[in-house]
């Protein structure tokens, strides 16, 4: 059982010993806190809920502060199920851990929301190319075409149209942990991670 929260910083390269160069991630990860073990008896499912973060007293409600109760004023709160029962059996509310779960080549999952890119067009949203070029066509090059579906008075259910796009939780399997400084709780991950600067990432092992 393996999962910790972080935040997205930049994208860079390293090399390896061969010289060959690898995009990399660079997040910001740990050091979390344990603020509630839930267990099949009380809460119907196993599961543990973490806090990442730091955020100011005057912003966090009186029901989380209680539900706190002087862990920490944390920014992120995040519960990862448990498959296995007896990995939780050790742990309680308090526990502090950071990166020194995992290791180097090790193949990771992450989930973050994915930037938002507002309204757009069926040709970027969707990648259609848009009508013809020709002679008697005006301002049809981006247009999504006809819609209709002969008899019918609405438009079919999952219809591809314009519309607002990104800003969805996207999830990434088997990222290569590349790198790990757990005295700057900096970890790297090879390839790219959905989000700008400064998104929530959730990491399992």
């Known amino acids: 059982m393996k999962f910790i929260l972080g935040e997205k910083k930049n994208m860079s390269q390293i090399f390896d010993e061969k010289g060959n160069a690898h995009p990399v991630t660079i997040l910001s990860a740990g050091p979390v806190v344990v603020t509630q073990v839930k267990t099949k008896e009380k809460d119907g499912y196993e599961a543990v809920q ?10 966090i409600n009186k029901a989380i502060t209680g539900h706190l109760k002087g862990l920490g004023n944390f920014r992120f709160l995040r519960e990862f199920k448990i498959e296995d029962v007896k990995e939780a ?20 999952t992450v989930s973050s929301v994915s930037k938002g890119k507002g309204f ?13 070029r020709s002679h008697g066509q005006k301002h049809s090059e981006r247009e999504p075409g006809s819609i209709s579906q002969g008899l ?8 591809r149209m314009a519309g607002r796009m990104g800003g969805d939780r996207v999830t990434v399997k088997n990222l290569k942990v590349m790198q790990i400084d757990p005295q700057n709780n900096v970890l790297l991950l090879k390839g790219a991670v959905p989000g700008r600067r400064g998104t929530m990432v959730e990491i399992r092992g």
């Open 50 to 59: 973490i806090g990442y973060g730091e955020k100011k007293a005057k912003n």
């Open 89 to 108: 059996s050790g742990i309680k509310v308090g526990d502090k851990f950071g990166l020194s779960v995992f290791k180097a080549g090790d193949n990771i």
């Open 120 to 132: 757009q067009g069926v040709v970027k949203r969707h990648g259609f190319r848009g009508g013809p």
């Open 152 to 159: 019918r008075t609405s438009i079919r259910s999952g219809m």
